[in-house]
C-alpha cells in the first residue's frame, strides 16, 4: 500500500492577496517584491515621524503602527521579509531609521527595536493568515502579540548595550511608551477589520472556498 504525502498546503488570504496578481508565478512574484519594498519604504517613511525625549535614547515614532499594518496584511512571510529588507537596507546605507539614521552608525541602543519590529511582523502575519485580522476580538490580540515581540527584543538590546538592569530598561523603553503604542495597536486592530469590510470578504477568520495559495510549500 502506498502513502502519498501532500507537498503543499493552503493558507488563509490576507488583504495583499487581494491585489497581488494571480495571472502566472512569475507576475506574482513580482507582485510579492513590490509588496515587501512597498512596507518597508512605509516603516521608513513613519520612522521620520520621530520625538525624540530626554531622559531615553529611544523616540516616539510612527514605526510601530507600520509594522503591525504591514505584518497583518502581508502574511508572515511577506511581512517578515519587507522588516528584514529594511534593517539590512537601512544598516546597507538606506537613510530611513528614525531620523534618516542609517549605516552602521545606526546600530545603536534602539537596534533592538527594528530586530523586533521582523518577529512582529511574523507573528501579526501569522494570525492574520489564521483569520485574526477578519474581527476586532482577533485583530486585538495579533496586535498585542506583535507589540510584545517588539518589546522583548527592543528592552533587552537596550539594556545588553548600555549595560543596566532590567528594571532601568524597562523605565528607557518600555513605560513611557505602553499608552501610545496601545493606542497605535487599537488604530491597526479597528484598520483591518475594516479594510477586509471594504473588501467584501465578510468577517470569517478562515478561507473560503477558492480563497486559498496553494502555492506555500511545507
Known amino acids: ?91 546597507a546605507g538606506v537613510p530611513w531609521f528614525s531620523g534618516h539614521a542609517h549605516g552602521y552608525a545606526a546600530v545603536t541602543a534602539t537596534f533592538g527595536y527594528i530586530i523586533g519590529f521582523i518577529f512582529a511582523a511574523a507573528i501579526c502575519g501569522y494570525l492574520a493568515e489564521r483569520g485574526a485580522d477578519r474581527s476586532i476580538i482577533g485583530s486585538v490580540p495579533a496586535m498585542i502579540a506583535g507589540e510584545i515581540m517588539i518589546y522583548l527584543f527592543g528592552v533587552t538590546w537596550l539594556a545588553v548595550d548600555l549595560h543596566v538592569g532590567a528594571a532601568k530598561a524597562l523605565s528607557l523603553g518600555f513605560t513611557p511608551f505602553v499608552i501610545g503604542d496601545a493606542i497605535k495597536a487599537a488604530i491597526a486592530a479597528g484598520l483591518l477589520p475594516a479594510a477586509w469590510k471594504l473588501a467584501g470578504r465578510g468577517r470569517s477568520g478562515a478561507a473560503r472556498p477558492g480563497e486559498s495559495r496553494p502555492d506555500d510549500v511545507v
Open 1 to 91: 500500500m502506498s502513502v502519498s504525502i501532500p507537498l503543499q498546503r493552503p493558507r488563509g488570504l490576507v488583504l495583499a492577496d487581494l491585489i497581488a496578481s494571480r495571472r502566472g508565478r512569475v507576475t506574482r512574484i513580482a507582485w510579492d517584491v513590490v509588496l515587501v519594498v512597498g512596507a518597508a519604504a512605509l516603516v521608513g517613511a513613519l520612522a521620520q515621524v520621530s520625538i525624540k525625549l530626554s531622559f531615553t535614547p529611544v523616540p516616539i515614532t510612527g514605526q510601530t503602527l507600520a509594522v503591525l499594518l504591514a505584518g497583518t496584511s502581508l502574511g508572515w512571510r511577506r511581512g517578515a521579509a519587507a522588516l528584514a529588507f529594511y534593517a539590512v537596507a537601512g544598516v
